[in-house]
């Protein structure tokens, strides 16, 4: 099946650093891919949708200017978190799928903890 | 997209079947029905997707009745290692490339020897 990659797997910051992470798809091509949240013993919260080659659309409620997406190729989406504060701590997964008619899959997430 | 109920919790033991069901009153005429399987700190994997009537894989069957306002998730002998999160995601084109899926609560299945 389709593999999807992200980096790091977990980090570790201070309060007003900039993380990035990075979500990959291995062996296809993936014009669009999701960004999720998810906090401890909840649900999966979508974030955005990234879209290659141009601007992210965010769900209502999530800040566009602290949760900066690029998609700069068809196989890789970054989602970089600004002037990080503890309330950012969370499980970041990001998923993606081969096409229109095929299911989609989700990275391994990455664990931010902001201190 | 259509709203999902679920379980919040279910118990079992090893070695038994278990089935979760989830309620979609207001599925669409071009929606399917995905579960996804969620270990702690791990993203979640796909597990069975299907329409209308039954599918089956190696993992898991899908019962969805004629009206398809729900859909019951069925697992054959589960182990210890089944103890997750089930969610039911209603939406339409296999969930697709740009197709974006709302999570409900899902169901936190204990699987106990």
């Known amino acids: 099946g389709a593999v999807v990659s992200q980096h790091p797997s977990r980090v570790i910051c201070k309060s007003g650093t900039s993380v990035k992470i990075e979500c990959r798809s291995l062996?296809?091509?993936?014009?669009?891919m999701f960004w999720y949240r998810q906090f401890p013993k909840k649900s999966l919260m979508l974030m955005a949708t990234s879209n290659e080659g141009s601007k992210a659309t965010y769900e209502q409620g999530v800040e566009k200017d602290k949760f900066l997406i690029n998609h700069a190729s068809l196989t890789l989406s970054t989602l970089t978190v600004t002037s990080a504060h503890p309330e950012d701590s969370s499980f970041y997964i990001c998923s993606a799928s081969p096409g229109a008619q095929d299911t989609q899959y989700f990275g391994p997430g990455t664990r931010l903890t902001v201190l | 997209l259509a709203k999902t109920t679920q379980p919040i919790s279910m118990d079992s033991y090893e070695g038994q079947e278990v089935n979760i069901t989830c309620s979609h009153n207001?599925?669409?005429?071009?929606?399917?029905i995905t579960w996804y399987q969620q270990f702690p700190s791990q993203g979640p994997r796909f597990i069975i997707q299907g329409y209308k009537t039954k599918v089956t894989n190696e993992v898991a069957s899908l019962f969805i009745p004629a009206d398809r306002k729900s859909s019951t998730l069925s697992l054959p002998r589960v182990s210890l290692s089944d103890t997750a999160v089930y969610y039911c995601l209603v939406g339409p084109n296999y969930g697709g490339a740009t197709n974006k899926l709302i999570f409900g609560t899902g169901t936190l299945l204990a699987v106990q020897p």
């Open positions: 062996d296809f091509q993936a014009t669009t």
């Open positions: 207001n599925i669409a005429t071009n929606d399917y």
